[in-house]
Nanobody
Framework: QVQLVESGGGLVQPGGSLRLSCAAS????????MNWYRQGPGKQRELVAT???????NYADSVKGRFTISRDNAKNTVYLQMNSLKPEDTAVYYC??????????????WGQGTQVTVSS
């Protein structure tokens, strides 16, 4: 089985920074895209950022220029550096990944989520 475990959430003041981490563990052959989603209070879950195995990134317009996604393939870990945080960034942030447990068998996995609260 595969697990995704997020860490790094918390309470931060507007304008502050946080770095989220998500480590994948278990029976892993390789990992394709790794993603960060978020779900704010009363809102639908939305895609925040994506990174391919080769390092190509894509961001939601609302976070471009403020958030940076990166990954360490040797550690099966993805990061989200969040700068210039705004109250509207408050949400539960979820890690998501497309993982091959063996060649030809691709499954999408979710982490349990980590709360990010931006407030003064």
């Amino acid at each position: 089985q595969v697990q995704l475990v997020e860490s790094g959430g918390g309470l931060v003041q507007p304008g502050g920074s946080l770095r989220l981490s998500c480590a994948a563990s278990g029976r892993i052959f390789s990992i394709n895209n790794m993603n960060w989603y978020r779900q704010g209070p009363g809102k639908q879950r939305e895609l925040v950022a994506t990174i391919t195995r080769g390092g190509i990134t894509n961001y939601a317009d609302s976070v471009k220029g403020r958030f940076t996604i990166s990954r360490d393939n040797a550690k099966n870990t993805v990061y989200l550096q969040m700068n210039s945080l705004k109250p509207e960034d408050t949400a539960v942030y979820y890690c998501n990944a497309d993982i091959y447990q063996r060649a030809g068998f691709l499954t999408n996995y979710w982490g349990q989520g980590t709360q990010v609260t931006v407030s003064s």
